[in-house]
C-alpha cells in the first residue's frame, strides 16, 4: 500500500496533507497525472512560443546583417571613393621614401644620397653649482639651483619652447647640447657660458646639410625631408645609398587599391551574410522535438520570404544594369563574381554563390575605363540598396515579421499564465476532493471498527 505524502494547498499558508493511508490509494501520483493530461494544451503553448521567439531573434539577426550589407554597398555611392590622385614610389623606401604633395611631373627620378643632414652638438662635463648660477645657450638664460643635477638641467631646457637646443644626459654627468634644426652651421654654433658646463675638447660637431644628386644634378637641403628637388614630390632621406633609387612618379588617377579594398570588403560581409540566410533556409526542425532548442531549431526552414530576397540579391551581383554599355553593366565585369568551375567541377562555395574577386581584371578595368566603373559600380550599389533595403530597413518586410512575433510571443505569455493560474486552482481543488474523499473514507472505517466491536461484546455476552 502506498504511504507517499502530497502537500496541497487550501491556502498558501496552511497546506493539506493527503497521506492515502485510509483508501490504500496513492493520492499523489492520481492527481498529477490527472494535471499531466490538463498541462497538455500549456506545454504545447510553450513549445509554440519557444519556436516564435527562436524565429523573432533569427530574424533580427538576418535583418542587421543586411542593413550592414546595405552600408558596405552604400560606400560605393561616395564620390571621393574615384577621386583623382598620384602616386609615386620608391625603388627602396627604406632610404628613400617618396610622397606626391601636389601635381608632381609623371616619370622615373634618380636619386643618390651621399650625406644625410645633422644638427650641430657639444659635449660638456657638468658640475652642480654650491649655489644659484646663471647658464646662458645662445643668448638664452637658464637658472641652474644649487645641488641640481645634469637631468634636472637637461629637462629644464627640453621643457623650454623657445631654447635653441635639446640636452642629452650620459653617464658621467656629461652633457650633450644639439641644435635643434638640422643644416650646416659652420664654426659659431650652441654658445654657452656658465661654470656649470665645461666643453670637453674636440667633441664639437658641426650641423651638416643633406647632400644628394637627382638624375646626376647635385643638391643640398638643410632638412633630411626635401621637396625642392622633385616638383610635387617630397623626398625623405633616411640612409645613405649604395647606387641610384628609382622614384617613379604616376599619372593621376583613380586609386585601384582604395576601390579593390572597399569591394573586398563588400565581398566578405556579402558572403557571411549570404551564408547565414542559407543556413537558416536548409536546417530542418526534429521530427519529434523534446527540448526547447530543438522546438527552436529550422524555424525558417525554406521560408520562402527569405529565400526570394536571397534570389533577388544574387541576381543583382551579374544582372545587367540598364543604360549601361556592355562589358561594363555589371559588378562581374570588373571581376566579382561566383568563381570559375575547376577540373573537377565547380566548387562549394560557387554551388552556394559565394563571390569572389579577380583584383588583376578590376585593375584592368580601372586602368582602362574608370569612367565606368564608377559609373556602374554607384547604379549597382543604388540598385541592390533598394533590394536590401525593402525587406531589412526600418518598417521592412523583416521588421514587420519580427514585431509580429514578438506580439504573439507576449499574447502566448499570458494565454500560458492564465492557464497555469487557472491549472493551480484545479490542483487545489482536486487536493482538496480526495482529502475530503480520505477523511470520508477514515470516518467510515472508524465506525465500521466500532461496529464490529460492539459485534463481538454481544456475542461473548450471549
Not at 601636389?102 to 654650491?130: K, M
Not at 645641488?147 to 637646443?165: F, M
Not at 475530503?436 to 467510515?444: G, T
Amino acid at each position: 500500500m502506498s504511504t507517499s505524502a502530497l502537500s496541497v494547498g487550501s491556502s498558501s499558508a496552511a497546506p493539506i496533507t493527503i497521506s492515502g493511508l485510509a483508501s490504500g490509494l496513492d493520492t499523489s501520483s492520481i492527481i498529477a497525472a490527472l494535471m499531466g493530461v490538463e498541462r497538455e494544451p500549456v506545454t504545447h503553448l510553450t513549445d509554440e512560443q519557444a519556436k516564435l521567439s527562436a524565429q523573432q531573434t533569427q530574424l533580427q539577426s538576418i535583418q542587421s546583417s543586411l542593413q550592414q550589407l546595405s552600408f558596405a554597398a552604400a560606400e560605393f555611392v561616395l564620390p571621393s571613393l574615384y577621386e583623382s590622385s598620384q602616386k609615386a614610389t620608391s625603388s627602396e623606401p627604406m632610404r628613400v621614401e617618396a610622397s606626391v604633395s601636389s601635381g608632381a611631373g609623371i616619370g622615373g627620378y634618380e636619386v643618390e644620397v651621399t650625406q644625410l643632414a645633422n644638427s650641430a652638438q657639444r659635449t660638456f662635463t657638468f658640475a652642480s653649482p654650491a649655489g644659484e648660477e646663471t647658464l646662458t645657450i645662445d643668448g638664452q638664460e637658464f637658472k641652474v639651483k644649487a645641488d641640481e643635477s645634469a637631468k634636472e638641467l637637461a629637462n629644464t631646457i627640453n621643457a623650454d619652447g623657445k631654447a635653441t637646443v635639446y640636452a642629452a644626459v650620459l653617464e658621467g654627468e656629461t652633457v650633450v647640447l644639439s641644435s635643434r634644426t638640422t643644416g650646416s652651421t659652420g664654426g659659431e654654433f650652441i654658445e654657452v657660458t656658465g661654470a656649470a658646463l665645461t666643453e670637453k675638447a674636440g667633441t664639437a660637431k658641426e650641423g651638416v646639410d643633406a647632400e644628394f644628386t637627382v638624375d646626376g644634378v647635385a643638391a643640398t637641403s638643410t632638412s633630411n625631408t626635401v621637396t625642392n628637388a622633385i616638383p610635387g614630390v617630397t623626398l625623405t632621406l633616411a640612409s645613405l645609398t649604395t647606387g641610384p633609387v628609382t622614384i617613379d612618379v604616376q599619372p593621376p588617377g583613380v586609386s585601384a587599391t582604395a576601390i579593390e579594398a572597399q569591394v573586398q570588403s563588400f565581398v566578405k560581409l556579402y558572403n557571411s551574410t549570404v551564408s547565414a540566410i542559407e543556413t537558416q533556409l536548409t536546417t530542418k526542425s526534429p521530427q519529434r522535438p523534446q527540448t526547447t532548442t530543438e522546438f527552436a531549431t529550422g524555424t525558417l526552414f525554406g521560408d520562402r520570404e527569405l529565400s526570394g530576397l536571397l534570389d533577388s540579391v544574387r541576381e543583382s551581383m551579374y544582372e545587367p544594369l540598364a543604360g549601361l554599355a556592355l562589358g561594363m553593366s555589371s559588378p562581374a565585369d570588373i571581376g566579382i563574381s561566383t568563381g570559375a568551375a575547376s577540373a573537377g567541377g565547380s566548387s562549394q562555395a560557387t554551388l552556394e554563390g559565394q563571390l569572389t574577386l579577380d583584383p588583376t581584371k578590376l585593375a584592368e578595368a580601372i586602368k582602362s575605363n574608370p569612367e565606368g566603373v564608377e559609373t556602374m559600380l554607384q547604379q549597382w550599389s543604388s540598385s541592390i540598396q533598394g533590394v536590401i533595403n525593402s525587406a531589412s530597413e526600418p518598417g521592412g518586410s523583416l521588421e514587420v515579421r519580427s514585431n509580429g512575433d514578438g506580439e504573439q510571443v507576449t499574447q502566448l505569455a499570458t494565454q500560458i499564465n492564465t492557464m497555469n493560474e487557472m491549472l493551480l486552482q484545479r490542483e487545489k481543488a482536486l487536493q482538496a476532493t480526495y482529502a475530503q474523499l480520505e477523511a470520508v473514507i477514515s470516518k467510515n472505517s472508524a465506525q465500521s471498527s466500532w461496529l464490529t466491536q460492539q459485534s463481538e461484546a454481544l456475542d461473548k455476552s450471549s
